[in-house]
């Protein structure tokens, strides 16, 4: 009897067909007699589908290591401010003067890398923006009046921009770049006493500006 089973299960297989071959053509008959042409072909949309979604997620993840932040070898440090006079503007025109702050972008690589492209720049930041002499007049302290002076004003102040114009070069290991960002007082702070040419004016004779805190983030192409 069980020689008999055994020839009646191999009088199955095809030519050359082994037992394995002929258990996946078994599967695939049954898969075929499952469903109808208008199925099969809702069946293969679906696999289409999901073989184009795992590409999209994979093409995305890869993008994203890509794009990610600056590398830790580069350092960013902030060195100071200036205003600067924005030729063929007027002292009342609240864009004459502009707040200019500077930063060292250093490439501090302990491998050899060059960077080649600063680009997609991200700051955020926000500080306290005084006029030390904005007008003359009694200078109180404690409620008594001390003398005739210079009084201060202040201003506290924000911003924050998306800068995405590359910057393009050869920086070294060791290398700095001196990049500067730049704000119109007028986006800063509103005019002392409703007058932009006295503000502006005030500026010439000294002002400071204190970061309360700040982040510059970028991204760098490198070799």
Do not use: C
């Amino acid at each position: 009897m069980a020689e008999g089973a055994g020839f009646r299960a191999t009088a199955q297989f095809k030519t050359g067909e082994d037992e394995d071959d002929a258990v996946s053509r078994r599967r695939m008959n049954k898969i075929r007699n499952k469903f109808t042409g208008r199925e099969m072909k809702m069946e293969l949309r679906k696999m289409r589908f999901a073989l184009f979604a795992a590409l999209l997620t994979a093409f995305v993840f890869a993008s994203a290591r890509v794009s990610e932040a600056k590398p830790d070898w580069v350092a960013v440090k902030y060195t100071g401010a200036y205003l600067q006079t924005q030729k063929g503007k007027k002292e009342d025109d609240k864009n004459y003067r502009r707040l200019v702050m500077k930063f060292d972008i250093i490439n501090n690589s302990k491998n050899g890398d060059v960077i080649t492209a600063i680009y997609d720049r991200n700051i955020n930041w926000s500080g306290v923006f005084t006029i030390n002499q904005m007008e003359w007049g009694k200078v109180y302290a404690g409620g008594v009046v001390e003398m005739d002076g210079w009084k201060s004003a202040s201003w506290n102040v924000a911003y924050k921009m998306k800068g995405t114009e590359p910057y393009k070069g050869e920086w070294y290991p060791g290398q700095v770049y001196k990049y500067e960002h730049s704000v119109p007082l007028g986006a800063l702070i509103k005019p002392y006493g409703g007058s932009w040419k006295k503000t502006n004016e005030a500026t010439k004779r000294g002002f400071n500006f204190k970061f309360t805190k700040w982040s510059l983030d970028f991204q760098v192409k490198s070799h």
